[in-house]
């Protein structure tokens, strides 16, 4: 008999698809206040980039809903605690040492407040508080952890008292509650930006529309063999989908509860396409199955976090500033070398000891 840790529940082409997500949301950082000239589809295309945090939300929901089900359904039963080691293991080193180089940068020494409600994992809701982004960038990409922690929190407990055919319904609860939370913040709430954009309550349903799209795999493993030209449309119709539409404008019921999916499911549907379907076309299976993709999709969270420190210590330099392309492009490269740096030489050895919790 195989043992639950001995099987393999590898998914290929997922780990290109999180370094994308991470290069995209990279691009958009680094064109802030450069897109200007542009005509307005292409601004308009570069201020929708942020979507590629819902493309991780999707990705990890996906993930960690697959995972849990195998566990549950292997050995009857739920680790908590062993799910929480690995959340903490794989997680907080590398967020907490953003918070640590925060912490350190001398043009912030009184910004405790805000680091302490980061350190405790309430960075998204120190940003609704202020209704405004971190005064200290390196701390930007961190609201979108927190929301990923709080989902944590909670679901291996909700796994360990429901049964498994029990949580596509519990999932199905989470996305109504979301759609219901942002229908009251627009009727009866302050209408505050912030609250539609980064409350947990407001984003988590993409990680339960992920974790859908994982409980259906879990059950029906569905293999797809549409040929290349269906994922090209879906992709196409995507970019156009971000070059009129404005996802950040919450003005109106619609735009403030559903218009969202507007872009989710589209993304959903390509996460499928991409990871499931069997004839994806020269170009597309190259990506998915390329080694150096794979790793960069591997240290996606280091190349997620870190683009922030880069940008904040370039931003330091005039010649950087002088030069967009340069700019953008040292940015890149720099944060992979950094990202990569921390991978071998910090994230990896915790690793290794996250890997002795694990049952899948």
């Known amino acids: 008999m195989i043992k639950l840790e001995e099987r393999n529940h590898y998914i290929e082409g997922i780990n290109p698809l999180r370094f994308f997500a991470a290069f995209g949301i990279i691009i958009y950082h680094t064109t802030i206040g450069l897109t200007g000239k542009l005509p307005h589809f292409l601004q308009r295309f570069f201020n929708n980039l942020p979507v590629c945090v819902d493309f991780f939300f999707l990705i990890s929901g996906f993930l960690i809903i697959y995972l849990l089900l195998v566990e549950k359904t292997a050995t009857n039963k739920i ?5 929480y080691t690995r959340r903490i293991l794989r997680i907080f080193p590398l967020y907490y ?16 407040n805000e680091l ?23 701390l930007t990409p961190l609201w979108s952890i927190c929301i990923e922690e709080h989902f944590y929190l909670f679901i291996p407990i ?13 999932l199905f609860m989470v996305i109504m509650s979301s759609i219901l939370f942002r229908w009251y913040e627009f009727e009866m709430g302050s209408r505050e930006w912030m609250n539609f954009y980064c409350h947990t309550l407001s984003r988590i349903d993409t990680i339960a529309i992920g974790g859908l ?3 259906y795999y879990f059950k029906n493993k569905f293999i797809l063999y549409l ?35 507007t872009v989710i499911f589209p993304l959903a549907f390509l996460f499928i396409l991409l990871v499931f379907n069997k004839k994806n076309g020269i170009v ?11 790793y960069l999709g591997t240290i996606s969270y280091g190349l997620y976090l870190y683009h922030m420190v880069v940008l904040a210590v370039l931003s330091e330099f005039s010649l950087w500033q002088a030069m967009p ?36």
């Not at 912490?103 to 910004?111: A, H, K, L, R, V």
């Not at 209704?131 to 960038?137: G, I, Q, V, Y």
């Not at 040929?227 to 196409?236: D, L």
Request: proline share 4%.
């Open 227 to 261: 040929k290349a030209r269906w994922i090209w449309a879906v992709i196409m119709g995507l970019i156009f989908l971000l070059c009129i539409l404005d996802f950040h404008d919450f003005n109106g019921i619609m735009a403030a509860t559903i218009k969202k999916y």
């Open 325 to 360: 392309l340069l700019k953008i492009s040292g940015t890149i490269l720099l944060t992979i070398l950094l990202s990569a740096f921390s991978y071998e030489f910090f994230e990896k050895p915790i690793l290794k000891i996250k890997n002795r919790y694990k049952l899948v």
């Open 213 to 215: 799209l994982g409980y």
């Open 284 to 294: 597309l299976n190259t990506i998915s199955q390329n080694k150096f993709f794979d």
């Open 116 to 138: 302490l409600k980061y350190f405790l994992l309430g960075g998204n809701f120190s940003m609704i508080g202020t209704n405004s982004w971190p005064d200290n960038m390196i």
């Open 79 to 83: 680790s908590i605690r062993k799910f």
């Open 97 to 112: 040492l953003i918070l640590l180089i925060a912490y350190f940068q001398p043009q912030f020494p009184d910004s405790h």
């Open 158 to 170: 909700i796994f360990a008292l429901l049964s498994t055919k029990q949580i596509p319904r519990f």
